[in-house]
T-cell receptor, first 110, second 112 residues
Framework: SQTIHQWPATLVQPVGSPLSLECTVE??????LYWYRQAAGRGLQLLFY??????ISSEVPQNLSASRPQDRQFILSSKKLLLSDSGFYLC?????????FGSGTRLTVV | SQKIEQNSEALNIQEGKTATLTCNYT??????LQWYRQDPGRGPVFLLL?????KEKRKERLKVTFDTTLKQSLFHITASQPADSATYLC???????????FGGGTRVLVKP
């Protein structure tokens, strides 16, 4: 069966520090992968999606970037975090019946 | 661009009653509407998908409708239970395999 792993679960980072969140998928090949952010009490905002290795589409201009170095690996990064980058980050892959989301990373920038 | 609107007010309902949630889209009719359940601090979990040409879809105690005239989907939880308490998200996509646009979600609280 397909599973999606996301880590870390929580992260507290100072303003100006770098960020790297990793997401890996098992049990499928060439998945469509997505990074979403959810602000407190808000809906999910699509940040990036990827249909294959090295292929990244950005939905919202921001302080973040994404990379897909391997088929089942999707990384969200930032060189210098801002306070506004705080939120709940979710990785997802698209299966035959909807999205499967990871467990999320709660990022607090202080 | 597509905008998905859900009632931001929490829905408080007595156990055993039917909870009905509304999802409205503002632009073109999406090819697919999906509903997800999200518990606090967790990622959303897929519940149901309904296609543009389907009027209704059921799964156990859940029922979803799709009305392209009203630009609306309704999500029903029948015989609600306290374990159904969660936030429910509506999402739309233009085609299968396309990225989703999510609504803000509606929180449901089922009281025993």
């Amino acid at each position: 069966s397909q599973t999606i792993h996301q880590w870390p679960a929580t992260l507290v980072q100072p303003v100006g520090s770098p960020l790297s969140l990793e997401c890996t998928v098992e049990g499928t090949s060439n998945p469509n992968l997505y990074w979403y952010r959810q602000a407190a009490g808000r809906g999910l905002q699509l940040l990036f999606y990827s249909v294959g290795i090295g292929q990244i589409s950005s939905e919202v201009p921001q302080n973040l970037s994404a990379s897909r170095p391997q088929d089942r690996q999707f990384i969200l990064s930032s060189k210098k975090l801002l306070l506004s980058d705080s939120g709940f980050y979710l990785c997802a892959w698209l299966g035959n019946y909807g999205y499967t989301f990871g467990s999320g990373t709660r990022l607090t920038v202080v | 661009s597509q905008k998905i609107e859900q009632n931001s007010e929490a829905l408080n309902i007595q156990e055993g009653k039917t909870a009905t949630l509304t999802c409205n889209y503002t632009n073109y009719s999406p090819a697919y509407l999906q509903w997800y359940r999200q518990d606090p601090g967790r990622g959303p979990v897929f519940l149901l998908l309904i296609r543009e040409n389907e009027k209704e879809k059921r799964k156990e105690r859940l029922k979803v409708t799709f009305d392209t005239t009203l630009k609306q989907s309704l999500f029903h939880i029948t015989a609600s239970q306290p374990a159904d308490s969660a936030t429910y998200l509506c999402a739309a996509s233009e085609a299968a395999g396309n990225k989703l646009t999510f609504g803000g979600g509606t929180r449901v609280l089922v009281k025993p």
